[in-house]
């Protein structure tokens, strides 16, 4: 099993729908938990970061950890075709420790 | 800032060739590290390096080299290229405690014919 599961997609949703991305870990350890966004043929992008538990909006976009589940969710507003991109979540135990990351959910905002 | 730049952007390879995978970056990062993507498997660590000097081996280490001599430089060398190192690889930096931050390069496609 691997320590970080995300669903791979694709994802294909309508212009303007609330979008639900999702992640699972197995690692009680995990502090610190990211959203980066990656569009086709480019790096990933920080998106949004979480220290510990809750919740976290930055516009549009809202990160939410349930550390006793140990599940974490990326809420998109509003959706837009410049949305589409494929979005990984990454964890890890410490800030000076290696990240681990989920495969990536390939999303697509349909107009 | 030019940020975190790699090149080539795409590479053709036979069979047993060799190659360099350059990568800079122009931010004073300690830290840097080099993913390669498969389809379906996220990005995994091939090997990292916390300052000039100082290497270790990441997830998937077998069939690459690197150095790092100097805080701006971290060459991905392929000592005898496979078919199996067909991906995509990426560079990434960041400062030593705030790895949730990194800045990835534009990445290098690899094909191994």
């Known amino acids: 099993q691997k320590e970080v599961e995300q669903d791979p997609g694709p994802l294909s949703v309508p212009e303007g729908a609330i979008v639900s991305l999702n992640c699972t870990y197995s690692?009680?350890?995990?502090?610190?938990f990211m959203w980066y966004r990656q569009y086709s043929r480019k790096g990933p992008e920080l998106l949004m970061y979480?220290?510990s538990s809750g919740n976290k909006e930055d516009g549009r976009f809202t990160a939410q950890v349930d550390k006793s589940s140990k599940y974490i969710s990326l809420f998109i507003r509003d959706s837009q075709p410049s949305d589409s991109a494929t979005y990984l979540c990454?964890?890890?135990?410490?800030?000076?420790?290696?990240?681990?990351w989920g495969a990536g959910t390939k999303l697509i905002i349909k107009p | 800032n030019a940020g975190v730049t790699q090149t080539p952007k795409f590479q053709v390879l036979k069979t047993g060739q060799s190659m360099t995978l350059q990568c800079a970056q122009d931010?004073?990062?300690?830290?840097m590290s080099w993913y390669r993507q498969d389809p379906g498997m996220g990005l995994r660590l091939i090997h990292y390096?916390?300052?000039?000097?100082?290497?270790d081996q990441g997830e998937v280490p077998n069939g690459y080299n690197v150095s790092r001599s100097t805080t701006e430089d971290f060459p991905l060398r392929l000592l005898s290229a496979a078919p199996s190192q067909t991906s995509v690889y990426f560079c990434?930096?960041?400062?030593?405690?705030?790895?949730?931050?990194?800045?990835f390069g534009p990445g290098t496609r690899l094909l191994v014919l």
């Open positions: 690692n009680s350890a995990f502090q610190y």
């Open positions: 390096s916390v300052g000039a000097g100082i290497t």
């Open positions: 990454a964890m890890s135990a410490n800030s000076n420790y290696q990240l681990i």
């Open positions: 990434a930096s960041s400062y030593l405690d705030k790895r949730e931050t990194q800045y």
């Open positions: 979480t220290y």
């Open positions: 931010m004073n990062h300690e830290y």
